[in-house]
């Protein structure tokens, strides 16, 4: 079962037809394709740096003996980006204002669509969006996501 990440365009009601269901989990594509999945997702710099890594990768495979270290450095790199490019996607959204509303867990992106617009706020269906609480950290600044990511610092140093 997946957890979606659920976020409504600013301004917009929480029932917003424009909201976005980010399953926040493993993903396949981006395991085998970790630059241009970034590319399509539109995390262009770390896409392109992705990218142009990978091709480094690749240029290290051909010489003696950078097979294995090449091919480990590969797959930790598509694990890294698989297990934490949906929460990057999510953080990019929230830097242009997008509301965090919520997070379903569902077998598949119809039931957490059902589940959550059966859920919506009254005020939200009635075309009042509901004041949302500011997205503090657990040390209490505003504008950290606490509990986002894998490596994610919860206000220590």
């Known amino acids: 079962m997946a957890s979606y990440l659920i976020m409504t365009p600013p301004g917009a009601p929480a029932d917003d037809e424009r909201a976005r269901f980010i399953a926040d989990g493993f993903s396949w594509a981006a395991f085998f394709f970790p630059g241009p999945w970034l590319i399509v997702k539109r995390a262009w710099l770390i896409g392109i740096f992705v990218s142009v890594l990978q091709f480094l990768l690749l240029l290290a495979a051909t010489m003696p003996g950078g097979f294995s270290a090449a091919l480990l450095i590969h797959l930790a790199l598509g694990l890294i980006v698989s297990l934490e490019g949906p929460l990057l996607v999510a953080r990019k959204l929230s830097a242009r204002d997008w509301?965090?509303?919520?997070?379903?867990?569902?077998?598949?992106?119809?039931?957490?669509?059902?589940?959550?617009?059966?859920?919506?706020?009254?005020?939200?269906?009635?075309?009042?969006?509901?004041?949302?609480?500011?997205?503090?950290?657990?040390?209490?600044?505003?504008?950290?996501?606490?509990?986002?990511?894998?490596?994610?610092?919860?206000?220590?140093?």
Request: glycine content about 10%; hydrophobic content about 35%; proline content about 8%.
């Open 99 to 157: 509301t965090f509303r919520s997070v379903v867990p569902a077998r598949d992106l119809e039931t957490a669509e059902e589940i959550y617009y059966s859920n919506a706020e009254p005020s939200a269906r009635e075309g009042h969006a509901a004041p949302m609480p500011a997205d503090r950290s657990a040390t209490g600044r505003p504008g950290a996501a606490a509990g986002l990511g894998f490596f994610e610092s919860y206000g220590e140093r």
